[in-house]
């Protein structure tokens, strides 16, 4: 065989390596091709994509990765699937993930992500088996569902807080009243579990508008109760900054606790003391009536409360709002419908008692009058004197009960006068029928505090005598052997009623309170202590039982109302005679009204109490001012912008509208050297002390009478 020359050898070994880089370029662009078109496929596929190895170590990835990785393209080919989702991928996962593949069939599953910039979001991932230059490669499609979820989870919570609201509502239809407390607190409890709060809450006002208390709870597990503890607070000075929320009908949301201004230093340390990091509190009202509002404290973590749960808290305030009321309606019905039958007992009784007067008082002739014609005619040392004499002051007796019994069936007939309750208080402790008392009782104490510009009233000075004897007979039997008794007069304006034993409509009246250090009347017998001959004293020296009746009876012809408040600690009675400006005799020491009358300053009234406007507007043009008067703040305000006063009587309580802190506030920033006089016939409020820093000069106390007023006019137009 013949040999081939080197260089032919050489030229064929050439040619077949060109045919090889030839096979080998045409394979390389085959995958180029399949890259780049590989490439531009991920590119158009919906969400983020990167393709991995089975270690985790990013080999592709598409635009949308990275611009939801937030991280360069660059920078996320040298990284691991680990370094996006830490908390859930280990490497040992990658080759559990890739044995749970198979071809055609994608893992899903939803992870926590985290971008360049830390923050963390929610993703579906969709995984699936492939090849990659001929090594298996794990192709990762994630959808970011973070929005997605949030909504879903916002329409869950929607329709949960609809079945609680629901719920919450159907569980006061046909509730009974004595069931209302037990229902608020189921409420609460739903509320609490729904919203994450460690504590949720009712606050309902008293009458007043000031005073609240925390009259329904709810506390999670480990969070000690406090109710008992948040009882009688005036909000106001508990919760100043909340108060001032819910006086203008707005939601108190509180995230953080600590976030309060210094200001509110005082509520802030309060809050803190009892744990609370957050709160949020929505007012409690029908038909723009406060009545209250409920809330939620959370104590183990600083809580944002969302509309939604504010939303809630409004709704199911409603419907407390309205079984409260309701309850307080059906209370207000059986209350009447006790008192009319009350009343109706107390005129049949009187009528009984009329009928028995009248059969006593022909009986009682001749055992008065014969004793004292037999004794005329007896010696002075006769045995029979003395029994005689005990038979005659046993008929006085007698009479006596009788006229008892006649003031309780006709009411009180004798003439009325002007009269000072003060002079007949003094008149019955020098009498010779409370020295006898004292004999009874030597060891009783009498203290008296009587104001001395107590207005008089218009009644009857033998009616109101037999009062004051019959209340501190009463008092001197229930304060045993060594008590003490304590007999008060004052003048007291109410602007509003006020409920006790009897509803006090608002006036101006004298108040005389008999009150004693005894062991208190029971609760039980409250009701029935004005009844005719209903008694639990001793029969005998204690008395017949027409005491108390006598002065309901007097106290009803004067259109007078009383009041009892009894406990363990004693008894107090206070009576509510209506006033009368009409003097009875001069002052020993007046004040000339020259020296009190002004030079025709203008004076603007703010009252909303028409009376009230007609006593202030007399007092002053008495004493020599123009007077204007408007019943709102409101119009005061109108006034004050067209028209300069030299000074104003501002009241603080005015309803509808503004109070008189507000009036004053307002007229301040038109008018800021604005004089003003307060008149109030509350104590001194809060209100009125941040009126009195506004600038306001004085505080005058309900009623009012010539002198105080022109004192006080006097003393700001000076100033």
């Known amino acids: 065989m013949v040999e081939k020359p080197p260089y032919e050898e050489l030229v064929e070994r050439i040619n077949k390596l060109e045919k090889e880089i030839d096979k080998q370029k045409k394979a390389e662009d085959i995958l180029i091709e399949k890259e780049n078109s590989l490439k531009t496929i991920l590119q158009n596929l919906p969400g983020d994509v990167i393709v991995h190895d089975l270690e985790g170590k990013i080999l592709l990835i598409n635009e949308e990765a990275a611009r939801v990785k937030g991280y360069p393209e660059k920078d996320l080919l040298n990284m691991h699937v680990q370094d996006l989702d830490p908390d859930t991928v280990t490497r040992n996962d990658m080759e559990n993930v890739w044995l749970k593949l198979k071809p055609g069939k994608a893992v899903r599953f939803e992870s ?32 970011d569902i973070t929005e997605h979820k949030r909504l879903l989870n916002i329409l869950e919570q929607s329709a949960e807080m609809e079945r609680l609201i629901s719920e919450i509502s159907s569980e006061f239809v046909g509730l009974s009243s004595d069931r209302i407390d037990r229902g608020i607190d189921k409420a609460l409890a739903l509320i609490g579990a729904f919203s994450g709060a460690d504590r949720a809450f009712v606050f309902l006002f008293r009458d007043d508008l000031e005073i609240v208390d925390n009259t329904h709870e709810w506390c999670a597990q480990g969070i000690n109760p406090d109710k008992e503890n948040l009882k009688n607070r005036e909000l106001s000075q508990y919760h100043p900054m909340l108060a001032s929320y819910i006086e203008k009908h707005e939601v108190f949301n509180m995230p953080d606790v600590e976030a309060l201004p210094e200001e509110f230093n005082i509520e802030k340390e309060h809050l803190k003391a009892n744990g609370v990091k957050s709160m ?57 419908e006790e008192k009319l039958a009350r009343s109706k007992k107390m005129e049949s009784l009187g009528l ?29 040392d006769s045995k029979l004197r003395k029994p005689i004499n005990t038979i005659l002051e046993s008929g006085n007796r007698a009479v006596a009960i009788v006229q008892d019994l006649l003031t309780i069936a006709r009411g009180v007939a004798s003439p009325k006068e002007i009269l000072n309750l003060n002079i007949i208080i003094k008149d019955y402790l020098d009498s010779p ?164 009358k002004g030079k025709g300053e203008t004076i603007l009234v703010v009252d909303d109490v028409e009376t009230q406007r007609e006593i202030s507007c007399s007092i002053l043009n008495a004493l020599g001012y123009n007077c204007v008067a408007v019943s709102c703040g409101e119009d005061a305000v109108q006034y004050i912008k067209k028209n300069p006063v030299e000074l104003i009587l501002l009241d603080m309580i005015m309803e509808p509208g503004i109070n008189g802190c507000e009036t004053y506030s307002r007229i301040k920033k038109i008018r800021p050297d604005q004089k003003a006089i307060i008149v109030s016939g509350m104590a001194e409020t809060i209100e009125v002390k941040k009126t009195l820093d506004l600038g306001a000069g004085q505080y005058l106390k309900k009623p009012l009478t010539l002198e105080r007023v022109g004192l006080a006019v006097k003393k700001e137009l000076g100033r």
């Open 352 to 380: 009984l008692a009329g009928g028995v007067a009248h059969d006593l008082n022909n009986v009682l002739s001749g055992i008065v009058s014969y004793p004292e014609l037999l004794l005329l005619d007896l010696p002075q």
């Open 112 to 143: 926590v992500s985290v971008r360049k910039d830390g923050t963390k979001y929610i993703s579906e991932v969709n995984l699936n088996a492939a090849e990659l230059g001929g090594k298996p490669v794990i192709l990762a499609i994630s959808f």
């Open 433 to 596: 029928e409370f020295s006898k008392i004292r004999q009874y009782y030597p060891g009783i104490k009498v203290r008296t505090s009587l104001d001395d510009e107590l207005f008089n009233i218009h009644g009857s000075a033998i009616h109101i005598r037999k009062i004051i004897m019959n209340l501190v007979s009463n008092a001197s039997e229930a304060a045993e052997s060594t008590g003490q008794i304590t007999i008060f007069t004052a003048n007291k304006y109410l602007d509003r009623p006020v409920k006790g034993y009897q509803d006090v409509k608002e006036g101006e009246y004298i108040v005389l309170s008999v009150a004693d250090n005894g062991p208190g009347i029971p609760h039980e017998y409250i009701e029935r202590i004005f009844e005719p001959f209903f008694t639990k004293k001793q029969i005998g020296r204690s008395g017949t039982g027409l005491g108390l009746a006598v002065v309901w009876n007097i106290l009803q012809d004067h259109e007078g109302y009383v009041d009892v408040t009894s406990d363990s600690k004693g008894t107090n009675f206070e009576l509510y005679f209506p006033i009368t400006r009409v003097e009875t005799r001069k002052k020993e020491a007046p004040l000339s009204i020259d020296e009190l």
């Open 280 to 336: 949020v509190v929505v007012p409690m009202k029908l038909d723009d009536r406060m009545i209250g509002f409920i809330g939620l404290h959370s104590m183990k973590r600083h809580q944002a409360w969302s509309n939604e749960i504010q939303f809630l808290l409004h709704m199911a305030g409603e419907t407390l709002s309205n079984a409260i009321e309701r309850r307080r309606a059906e209370k207000k019905l059986k209350e009447s």
